[in-house]
């Protein structure tokens, strides 16, 4: 019933900060218990579940929701650089119809991607497809990130949760770029043609 409003990965959250804030009540702890019934308030709104809309005409789509930061190049790659928030969509899709492959994955700690030592520290994945490599940086207030199943995905499928942190869209050179830098971009959108 709930899986139509809250995604499964943020079911368990919500649910535990619910009953803590319930007991907190109880117990007689009003401002713990006022804050963290915010704190589920904020979760639902972290883990709602928002529909995407895939541009089927697109080569590649962009697999979160949220900020071109930056866009970069070399001879043989353009790459993409997504900063994601907890106020975008949390949903990790599919940037192309592609068999998906789990390259690497790194346990960390959640370091402010502000910090220096974050990029070698914090929680990273990077996943691969056809003509793509996305590389997820996790940051401050985030959820753990989950390994996907390695198998052929449809453009814009839901592959896991992905609530704050950073991804590198790596794409091959003649893929034609459709962003620009500070746009904010939603989950499904073109990213190039």
């Known amino acids: 019933m709930l899986d139509k409003y809250i995604l499964k990965q ?13 007991f907190l009540q109880i117990v007689d702890l009003e401002f713990l218990s006022v804050l963290l019934f915010f704190t589920f308030i904020l979760a639902l709104y ?12 697109a080569k590649i789509v962009s697999p979160v929701s949220g900020t071109v930061e930056a866009i970069d190049f070399n001879e043989q790659y ?34 402010s991607l502000d910090e220096k030592s974050a990029k070698s520290l ?18 401050f207030a ?35 770029v459709a962003l620009k830098i500070g746009q904010k971009v939603e989950a499904g959108q073109t990213v190039c043609y």
């Open 10 to 22: 943020g079911q368990k959250v919500a649910l535990y900060l619910f009953v803590f804030a319930i």
């Open 122 to 139: 914090n929680e990273q994945m990077s996943l691969k497809t056809e003509n793509t490599t996305m590389k997820l940086l996790a940051s």
């Open 46 to 57: 972290v883990y709602r579940v928002k529909e995407v809309k895939v541009d089927s005409e």
């Open 142 to 176: 985030t959820a753990q990130l989950n390994k996907p199943i390695e198998k052929e995905y449809s453009k814009g499928e839901a592959l896991e949760v992905f609530t704050q942190g950073e991804l590198i869209l790596r794409l091959k050179k003649e893929c034609k």
């Open 78 to 111: 353009n790459f993409v650089y997504l900063n994601v928030s907890l106020f975008d969509s949390s949903i990790l899709v599919s940037p192309e119809d592609s068999t998906l492959k789990v390259e690497s994955i790194k346990r960390g700690v959640f370091l």
